[in-house]
Structure formats: structure tokens, C-alpha cells
């Protein structure tokens, strides 16, 4: 699976943006699919996630509320829309997939085996 992030930029707080990532050469049918991102000075961390049944959308306690990911029906492009954006959410966004099987792995970016290019998030205060 190739995935192609795109839709970052520069917003102040209190705005919005969305994020897409399409995928190329097949769909994300059976994957679960997920959204990180890498604030500048810290670790890598999970941001929102729908499961492979594609029934089920998990956040970030941090994102809850703000954010909501979807995935087209197609399951070809993922999305997430990131509304009252803080500070805070400053970082570089990737989307990614996985074949696990265990819902708990869904927050863990090792299980991820498929990632894309990040795309940067500013928002200024």
C-alpha cells in the first residue's frame, strides 16, 4: 500500500484544516488505518485510527472532540478534519496502515507497516 498524505499548512488557533491521504494501487480494505504525528521535541504519537472492519473510529484523548477521521467509500482516501486547532497540534501529520489483527496494536505506530510522507501542521497562536 502507498499512501500520499497531503493538506498541511500554516493556521492560527482556533482554526481548521483537513488532511487527505490517498492510497494508490489497491484499497484500504482490510487494513486498519490510522492517523500519528511527531510534535517537533517529542515522540512519535497517535492521533485518531478506524479499525479494519471500518466500523470503529478511536482518538487521542488530546484530539477528542476536535478531530474526526473518516475514509471515503471507495476506502481509497482517508481524512482527517482537525477543528479548533491549538498550538499544541503543531507536528508533522502521517497517515499509515496496518494488517494486524489485534485491536489493541491500533494506537501502537510499530504496527504500522505501510506509511506516508508526512505533511506539516502549524498553528499559531
Known amino acids: 500500500v502507498q499512501l500520499q498524505a497531503s493538506g498541511g499548512g500554516l493556521v492560527q488557533a482556533g482554526g481548521s484544516l483537513r488532511l487527505s491521504c490517498a492510497t494508490s494501487?489497491?484499497?484500504?480494505?482490510?487494513?486498519?488505518v490510522g492517523w500519528f504525528r511527531h510534535p517537533p521535541g517529542k515522540e512519535r504519537e497517535f492521533v485518531a485510527g478506524?479499525?479494519?472492519?471500518?466500523?470503529?473510529?478511536f482518538y487521542a484523548d488530546s484530539v477528542k472532540g476536535r478531530f474526526t477521521m473518516s475514509r471515503d467509500n471507495a476506502k481509497t482516501t482517508l481524512y482527517l478534519q482537525m477543528n479548533s486547532l491549538k498550538p499544541e497540534d503543531t507536528a508533522v501529520y502521517f497517515c499509515?496502515?496496518?494488517?494486524?489483527?489485534?485491536?489493541?496494536?491500533?494506537?501502537?505506530?510499530?504496527?504500522?507497516?505501510?506509511w506516508g510522507q508526512g505533511t506539516l501542521v502549524t498553528v499559531s497562536s
Open positions: 494501487g489497491r484499497t484500504f480494505s482490510g487494513y486498519t
Open positions: 478506524i479499525w479494519r472492519n471500518g466500523e470503529s473510529t
Open positions: 499509515a496502515a496496518s494488517r494486524t489483527t489485534i485491536l489493541s496494536n491500533l494506537r501502537n505506530p510499530s504496527s504500522y507497516g505501510y
